[in-house]
């Protein structure tokens, strides 16, 4: 059974900073890239940050570069999202997610997580 569970989420004042982990188990976690998006009320899901797991490329959306780190240990079949410098806008549900191609477009993903919330008070 394929699951991928986030955790690390919660409340944290603006210019903090949180780890968000994914861990990943039942499929072959180096043929797949990982990815971490996030949903505020009312807006659509958006790609955050992805991690290709072959070659270890990294990519990111223009509003976190600069703030967030994502990263992987393949040992652990884990992702890890680190987040600096928190504006009260990047408060969403953030989930991770399993794919074929390491791009910031949630449809091309095809297993999900359950999602961690992330709240960011100004």
């Known amino acids: 059974e394929v699951q991928l569970v986030e955790s690390g989420g919660g409340l944290v004042q603006a210019g903090g900073s949180l780890r968000l982990s994914c861990a990943a188990s039942?499929?072959?976690?180096?043929?797949?890239?990982i990815g971490w998006f996030r949903q505020a009320p009312g807006k659509e899901r958006e790609g955050v940050s992805c991690i290709s797991s072959k070659d270890g490329r990294t990519y990111y959306a223009d509003s976190v570069k600069g703030r967030f780190t994502i990263s992987s240990d393949n040992a652990k079949n884990t992702v890890y999202l680190q987040m600096n410098s928190l504006k009260p806008e990047d408060t969403a549900v953030y989930y991770c997610a399993a794919g074929s191609f390491a791009i910031l477009l949630p449809i091309t993903y095809q297993y999900w997580g359950q999602g961690t919330q992330v709240t960011v008070s100004s």
């Open positions: 039942g499929f072959t976690f180096d043929d797949y890239a």
